[in-house]
């Protein structure tokens, strides 16, 4: 059971939008601690794809955005492309736990 | 480039021990906090631990506690996880990561390495 939930998964077809949400609650998110977002492709190590709720390393293309209100984040991919088939995870701080939290991941299917 | 590479994993019977080692290279150190984040196989990332800059400030995530211990050496630009009374649920590949932001509840996972793996299984 993860601190911040996620949907298991999301689907779309290419050059669709599609967003995935992570919940948390009042020591984490609601509390006002950033919120970054991975990319995980098969096989392959973690990759920053938001911080800070929502900044852009170089790099990564602007079809991917974050935002966060209240205790909810949600990352939006539009024109959804065949490459951006992965797991996504959310992470942020918990004040309670005294550590960093991930979601338990989204599996995002290009149709 | 900023790199991370992790090595020391294995294959350990349940209750044993085992020591990770994380290269840094590519950026200062001792200026950057750390962590390890492990994923058991089939699952999502799970933050396993962290450790301040000049090491003498370190987190646990519940489920390690009192088993795993973190540390570094800024000299050799290494970072360790000594893990201890293992058990089966800690089989996963263990990643390294740099972390980075302004203060510790804005941190995020950087830079990471390709990961160690750990199998724990009698």
């Known amino acids: 059971q993860s601190v911040l939930t996620q949907p298991p998964s999301v689907s779309g077809a290419p050059g669709q939008r599609v967003t995935i949400s992570c919940t948390g609650s009042s020591s984490n998110i609601e509390a006002g601690h950033d919120v970054h977002w991975y990319q995980q492709l098969p096989g392959a190590t973690p990759k920053v794809l938001i911080h800070?709720?929502?900044n852009r390393p170089s790099g990564v293309p602007d079809r991917f955005s974050g935002s966060k209100s209240g205790a909810a984040a949600s990352l939006a991919i539009t024109g959804l492309q065949a490459e951006d088939e992965a797991d996504y995870y959310c992470?942020?701080?918990?004040?309670?736990?005294?550590?960093?939290?991930f979601g338990g991941g989204t599996k995002l299917t290009v149709l | 480039e900023e790199q991370v590479l992790e090595s020391g994993g294995g294959f350990v019977q349940p209750g044993g021990s085992l020591r990770l080692s994380c290269a840094a290279s590519?950026?200062?150190?001792?200026?950057?906090?750390m962590s390890w984040v492990r994923q058991a196989p089939g699952k999502g990332l799970e933050w396993v631990s962290g450790i301040g800059g000049s090491g003498t400030t370190t987190w646990y995530a519940d489920s390690v506690k009192g088993r795993f211990t973190i540390s570094r050496d800024n000299s050799k630009n290494t970072l360790f996880l000594q893990l201890s009374s293992l058990r089966a649920e800690d089989t996963a590949v263990y990643f390294c990561?740099?972390?980075?932001?302004?203060?510790?509840?804005?941190?995020?996972?950087?830079?990471w390495g390709k990961g160690t793996t750990v199998i724990v299984s009698s």
């Open positions: 800070g709720n929502n």
């Open positions: 990561a740099r972390m980075s932001g302004l203060v510790r509840a804005s941190y995020y996972m950087k830079v």
């Open positions: 590519g950026f200062p150190f001792s200026n950057f906090a």
């Open positions: 992470q942020s701080y918990d004040s309670r736990l005294s550590g960093w939290v």
